[in-house]
């Protein structure tokens, strides 16, 4: 039996030409079903070279974010198989086509794209802060979450669509916190998770603010510890939930 795979790519305001032929090469390189572009803050109609893509592409006139992007591109895909990849391209084709086998080939419910693994391959021109930011916060992340990982926010993930139906209705982060959110989740429902070890390559023009973005993480990762503890019928982590007004789930928003 075929497995079909569907790979979304969330952009705000992208290098359009590099986006057009990173999703050829993804096109070209990997089995895929469907691509699907998540393209956010479209004032002026689809790019060109984008319209030209045999791909199909969501345009928004308003920034939902990245978490809420991904979210409408899964829940538009029918395929076995859901997956998505940064639209800067930091992790190529290759390193793609690895996240998706383990889920591909029915082995675990999701695959994590891995930076910061020992066996992953980085070239880096991050400024210092963005990759202090992104050690520390991944230390933290390992602290507070029952899933041990090396890196939680890698922008390649795969996961098996049943698996998705069970964490969909848990996710509220729109933004980039929404990787681990969805890490978090996953591994409360005691869901199967591997962390796969990619080439990566550090994009310029990153629209990760070192300090805004960083306060937004750490609060995202006390929320997806709360909220991950609660599904693991935590009494004390229940009882919070119940004095509080939760906000839709971002599947309810669609």
Known sequence: MTTAVGLVVPAYHPDVDHLAAYVRSLQEQLDLATVRIELD?????????????DAEINAVPYRRGKGAAITAGFEALSTDVLAFADADGATPTSSIGDVLAPVHNGDIDLAVGSRRHPEASVESHQ?????????????????MLAVDLYDFQCGAKAIDASAWDVVRDHLYEPGFAWDVELIAIAGALELTIEEVPVEWHD????????????????????????????????????????????????????
């Open 41 to 53: 803050a479209v004032t002026d109609g689809i790019p060109p070279a984008l319209a030209a893509l």
């Open 127 to 143: 400024t210092v802060a963005r990759r202090y930011m992104g050690d520390g916060f991944a230390w933290l992340a390992r602290q």
């Open 203 to 254: 994009q310029p023009g990153s629209t990760v603010s070192p300090l805004r973005d960083s306060l937004q993480f750490a609060r995202a990762l006390v929320t997806a510890r709360h909220r991950g503890k609660r599904l693991s019928d935590s009494r004390l982590h229940a009882a919070i939930a119940a004095r509080r007004e939760e906000s839709p789930a971002l599947v309810e928003e669609q």
